[in-house]
């Protein structure tokens, strides 16, 4: 089959879209995706300037969405001084599966030439994700302790380099599935959450000053194409599951959206868009209650909705 828009072989056919395109339109397409994104979601302020610039800080992880991420936002603002990138991997400690998605980092950044940092959860906590999952103090899955651990580097380190943003590799799949699972739980404060987190244009977002403002501009790519994007660019990915990922209800929510795509093309499409609607009504609705209840952890000072934040008690309950 030939590509839609030239006489070259198509590589890739999108059910949802009816598009079979060839390497060079689909890589095309991609990054058209991913920088309408950044302009839909404001996330270049006006007065940005060369001498104010903004640093975007990348979570990278030497997976797929995150290193694609990376390369498109390159590719975009590498002539721009308004942008500067840093890439900022976390080590968890898991054997086997870790060093080599550094690998890929540290390839990637010196590729493109950008600022990278590495962040251990033994150098900032003494702990090693895989005595954790073999401690489980508090008998949970192994990824909601990774969670909290995460987020805690994240937006600490996001503040230390000053950063204007935090961006996440997450894809069309990825944000579908939170959508239904925040629907299918029936958390409307949730979803108004997420809108002000990490979805509506900046503009638009009902923000906390204590928090840096989050945003995956990768989110109207499918993960197919994000994988097929990477391997046609040649781009070091690293493909290997994390042996801890356990987050058995997503597993269902992802099975049961390959089967509703499969049968009705276009529907994580459009679960994310009408949940990304809803969600700015919703944080329209809850505006002003956000954050009424913020406090300083009392053993590390981070802002937290408890007297002792989550990462603190949990690292109480691992010693
Ligand atoms: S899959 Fe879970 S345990 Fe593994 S790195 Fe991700 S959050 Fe951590
Ligand atoms: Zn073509
Ligand atoms: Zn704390």
């Known amino acids: 089959m030939d590509c839609n828009r030239c006489d070259e072989e198509a590589v890739m056919h999108a059910a949802y879209s009816g598009a079979h395109l060839c390497a060079d339109h689909f890589r095309e397409s991609v990054e058209k995706r991913v920088r309408r994104r950044v302009r839909r979601d404001d996330l270049v302020p006006k007065d940005a300037t060369p001498e104010n610039p903004q640093t975007w800080v990348i979570g990278l992880s030497g997976g ?30 898991i054997e086997g599966y870790r060093d080599k998605s550094l690998d890929a980092c540290v390839e990637l950044s010196d590729d493109l030439d950008i600022r990278h940092e590495v962040v251990s959860y033994e150098d900032e906590f003494g702990i090693q994700m895989d005595d954790v999952v073999e401690d489980d103090p508090e008998n949970m899955a192994a990824c909601a302790y990774c969670g909290v651990f995460r987020r805690d580097i994240l937006s600490r380190y996001a503040d230390d380099l000053g950063a204007d943003l935090l961006l996440t590799g997450h894809n069309l799949d990825d944000e579908a599935q939170t959508a239904l699972m925040n629907f299918l739980e029936g958390d409307v404060e949730q979803i108004a959450k997420h809108f002000d987190a990490s979805l509506g244009p900046l ?93 300083d952890c009392t053993e590390c000072g981070s802002t937290t909705t408890r007297e002792v934040c989550r990462k603190c008690s949990l690292l109480e309950a691992l010693v």
């Open 203 to 295: 503009s638009e977002r009902e923000q906390q000053e204590e928090f840096v403002p989050r945003a995956k501009p990768l989110r109207d790519v499918p993960e197919k194409e994000v994988a097929l994007y990477a391997h046609l660019n040649d781009l070091p990915a690293h493909i290997t599951e994390c042996p801890h990922a356990s987050e058995a209800y997503r597993g269902e929510i992802q099975q049961l959206l390959y089967e509703l795509e499969e049968n009705h093309p276009g529907t994580r499409h459009s679960i994310l868009s009408g949940y990304e609607e809803l969600a700015g009504i919703t944080s329209d609705e809850f505006s002003g209650e956000n954050g009424a209840d913020l406090q």
């Open 64 to 93: 797929k969405d995150s290193v694609v991420l990376t390369q498109i936002l390159h590719e975009t603002f590498a002539k721009d001084p308004r942008i500067e990138l840093v890439g900022l991997t976390i080590h968890e400690g």
